[in-house]
């Protein structure tokens, strides 16, 4: 073997991380906030309303409406009404982001599809909107960001059963509306924080105690109940 010729290649041709690579098997610390933005877009059809040309993205500092903090740590990505198509990896999110917001109207000409994965988002992650797109699949809200306030998937495809019985006690609101979310959902571990929830148009079932609690709940069309 030409050892000399082997690393020389290797300074030429790093070896290359995919979407497809296990996280149990990589550091998210080692990698590039460039990097992580990049797989976390891999799945995105027009690449180019976010970071110009997919073959050859813009430093990750001059893409769209992607905001950092005084330390040019990633703290917010708000891609809101701006038609962005396709699927997208919540697990390679950079682990310094405080917000995401990605959502569609009724007018857009493109949504997010395909499946997310609650379970990974990032520790700093307090604010999450995913509104208004042709996302599926089940969701587990078990294993939310301990400090998350906002979290709103609301006029998706989601569907299956739900456990709110371990919401973080900072949650203030949650909007699961417009969803095929079904069967009986115990309601009696809300958090003491939460203000708002939405439940409108799904099949959830479960009665909510509403007595000496500042909760607005939104139950049109779903078969829950106060008491």
Known sequence: IDYSLK????????????????LGKIDKTT??????MELFIEGITNKHVICGSPDDPKDVSEWTEVRFN??????????????????????????????????SSLFADGWLDGTVNLTVLPDSLKYLDLCGNYLV??????????????????????????????LPQTLEELNLSWNKF????????????????????????????????????HVGGSIVVFE
């Open 7 to 22: 690393f020389a290649m290797s300074l030429f041709f790093p070896p290359m991380v995919t979407a497809d690579a296990s």
């Open 31 to 36: 990698l590039s906030q460039q990097t992580l």
């Open 70 to 103: 005084a330390h040019a740590f990633i703290t917010e990505i708000y891609w809101v009404f701006m038609d962005v198509s396709g699927s997208i990896a919540l697990e390679w999110l950079p682990l310094t982001v405080e917000k995401l917001a990605i959502t």
């Open 137 to 166: 699949g089940t969701v587990s809200l078990e294993s939310l960001p301990r400090n998350m306030i906002y979290l709103d998937i609301s006029q998706n495809n989601f569907h299956g059963s739900l456990d709110v019985t371990k």
């Open 182 to 217: 079904e069967g009986l959902t115990d309601f009696s571990q809300l958090p003491a924080s939460l203000r708002d929830l939405d439940l409108r148009k799904t099949k959830l079932t479960g009665t909510i105690c509403v007595r000496g609690v500042n909760l607005n709940c």
